[in-house]
C-alpha cells in the first residue's frame, strides 16, 4: 500500500497526536529556530526543554564532547524560568498550529507542584513531561529517578495539582537496576504515560588538561550510542505495563531506528540529538518511519506499537 | 532576544577546490544562490565523515570571502586547519566531493555607516574571514589596518590578493619566525593611538578577544570580537556554546554564540566568566 495511506496518527494517554515523531526535550529549545527548517505542525508535537521555576544559567562551559556514535552534554538546565516561558514560548507555538508537550523540572517535589500549578491555568498544551531525571544537576542525589519513593512524591504531587485534564508523562532514566520498578510505581502514582529514557550519565577525560572534560565533569550520554539501551528499556517496561503509553527516545536518527523503538512499545517517538547533526531530521525521519509502515503491511502506526512482543 | 539567521538553509554543497595554504587547507564549496545572504562573520555548519559516521554532530567554520561567478555559481571559501577528526576528514575530500551544509548562521560583524578607522586582529586561522571584512570597509570608505598573530609563521594565515584592501598589516610571531617576535596585542596601544583607531573587529581564541578587550576597553575603542566556542548543532537548539554576556540592563545571561554571536561586543562579555561556575554571575 502507499505509505500516505498508513494512518501515522498516535495518542498518549488521552492527547491526540496527527503524527508520531516529536521533538526531544532540551534538543529544539522551544521550536523556533527548527522552524525555519520545516512546518513544525507537521511533526507530533513539540516537547519543550525542561523549564524550572526560576530563570537558570545552567552549567559552566566546556559543556559538549562529542563521542563515538554520540555525545555527552552538560547544560544543566539553563533556561528563562516558567512565567517568561508561558509568556512568550508557548502562544508562539501554538500560533504555528503545533502541538505543545510541556517539560518540567524542579529540585524539589514541591517545585514539580509549583510548575504544574502554573501549566493547569495555560490553555493549549497537549501534555506534560515530568522530567525527574535529567543527570546534569549539582547534585547526583536529585536525580529523582534513580530512586522509585522520590520519583512517586514527584509525580504524585503533580498529579494531585493537574488533575485528569492533561496527560502527564514521567521521563525516567535507564540509570537503574530495575527500570521497570521504578516505571510502575510512578504509574501508581497517577502518571499517565512514560517518556524512555533520558541521557546515561557518562564522562570524557581531556588529554591534554588530564581532568574531566566538560565544566560539569559527568554529561548526558546520548545519540545512536545509547539507541539498544532505549529499545531495552521500552521493550522491558512494555513487558510489564502492556498497557501504559510510551514516548520513546534514545539515539533515533532513521525512520528504521524509530520503528524499532515502537515494535519495542513505543506510541510515539522524539527526536533528540540527530537534529543538532541535522535540522531537517524529524522531519526526514517520520516520512521514512510512513514508508517502514507501509512496507510491513501496516496500514496504521498503532499496529506496530508493541508488535516485537507478539507471542 | 536573538533568533536564527532568517537565510540560514540547508542544502548540498560541492567541494570545487582543495588547496593546502601553510598549515591550513583552503577550501571553496559551490552553495548557489544563499551566498547572496552571507555575509563577513557568518559562519557555515557541515556535515563530516559521510553516511555511516560515528561523527554525529556538524562542524562550524567562519565564512571566509564569498564570490559570484558564471561557471561555479555562488560560492564560499573556508580556511581548515586539519586539527579534529571532523577536519581531518574535510581537508581529505577531492574536489567534487558533495557535503551537507547549513548557512548562513550567526550574526554578522556590523558595518559602521559611515567611513571610519578600522583596526582588524586576527589570531591564527582566524584572521580568514577578516579579509572579505576589510574588503566590505573598504568599499565603504574606511581605513582598514591589520594586525595578525600566531605561535608560528606557518599558522599566519595572510593571503597575497587578501592584503589589496589593507592599508598595513603587521605579523606577530610568539617564536619570531614571521614578522616582529610577540603578540598581536604587544604594541595595540601604539597602533590604536598612531593610526586613530575607532572601531576593532577581531577573531580568534577566547584569550586574545580577552586581551584586546582589556586594551580597546581602556582606550575607549568599539571592539566586536568574532568568539569561538564548542558547538554541537550550530543552529541554537543545544544550547552547549554559551558565553556569559552583559546585557544592557547590566545582568549577566548565557548567550549562544551560535545565534547572539560569533561576533559580539568585546566589552559586553564577561571573558573572566568564562568556564567559571555560573553561581558567581548572579
Known sequence: MSSQNVDISTTLGNAWFPAPIFTASGCASSGKELAQFFPLREIGAVVTKSVMNKPRHGRPTPRMAETPSGMLNSIGLQGPGIDAFLANDVPWLLAQNARVIVSIAGETADEYAVLARKLRSTPGISAIEVNISCPNVENRGLVFATDRDTSCRVIDGVRKVIGGEIPILAKLTPDVTNIADVARGVIDSGADGLALINTVLGMVINLDTMRPHLGGKTGGLSGPAIRPIAVRAIYQVREALPNVPILGMGGVSTGRDALELILAGASGVSVGTASFGNPTAIINIQRELQELLAQRGFTSLKQAIGYAHRA | ?282
Open chain 2, 1 to 282: 532576544m536573538s533568533t536564527i539567521n532568517k537565510a540560514a538553509a540547508q542544502l548540498t554543497a560541492t567541494l570545487i577546490s582543495n588547496k593546502r595554504i601553510g598549515a591550513y587547507h583552503q577550501l571553496i564549496f559551490s552553495v548557489g544562490d544563499v551566498v547572496r545572504h552571507c555575509r563577513p562573520g557568518n559562519f557555515i555548519a557541515i556535515q563530516v565523515g559521510g553516511d555511516s559516521s560515528r561523527m554525529v554532530l556538524r562542524r562550524a567554520f567562519a565564512i571566509s570571502r564569498t564570490s559570484e561567478s558564471a561557471q561555479f555559481g555562488g560560492t564560499v571559501e573556508l580556511i581548515v586547519a586539519p586539527h579534529g577528526s571532523g577536519s581531518k576528514w574535510l581537508c581529505s575530500l577531492s574536489e567534487g566531493a558533495e557535503v551537507d551544509v547549513v548557512t548562513p548562521l550567526g550574526k554578522a560583524f556590523g558595518i559602521p555607516t559611515e567611513p571610519v578607522n578600522a583596526l582588524l586582529i586576527g589570531g591564527g586561522y582566524g584572521s580568514a574571514p577578516l579579509f572579505g571584512l576589510a574588503d566590505l570597509l573598504k568599499s565603504r570608505g574606511c581605513k582598514v589596518d591589520m594586525v595578525l598573530g600566531a605561535s608560528v609563521g606557518s599558522k599566519i594565515y595572510a593571503p597575497m590578493e587578501g592584503k589589496r584592501s589593507v592599508n598595513s598589516l603587521k605579523i606577530f610571531t610568539e617564536d619570531g619566525s614571521m614578522g616582529e617576535t610577540g603578540r598581536v596585542t604587544s604594541q595595540l596601544a601604539e597602533i590604536i593611538a598612531e593610526r586613530g583607531v575607532e572601531i576593532i573587529y577581531s577573531c580568534g581564541p577566547m584569550a586574545m578577544l580577552k586581551a584586546i578587550t582589556d586594551i580597546a576597553t581602556t582606550l575607549g575603542v568599539m571592539h566586536q570580537a568574532s568568539v569561538e566556542e564548542s558547538m554541537a548543532c550550530g543552529i541554537g537548539i543545544c544550547m552547549t556554546c554559551v558565553l556569559p554576556v552583559r546585557g544592557d540592563d547590566g545582568n549577566i545571561s548565557m548567550k549562544r554564540s551560535c545565534i547572539d554571536g560569533p561576533v559580539m561586543d568585546g566589552a559586553s562579555v564577561c571573558w573572566d566568566l568564562v568556564g567559571k561556575s555560573t553561581e558567581l554571575l548572579g
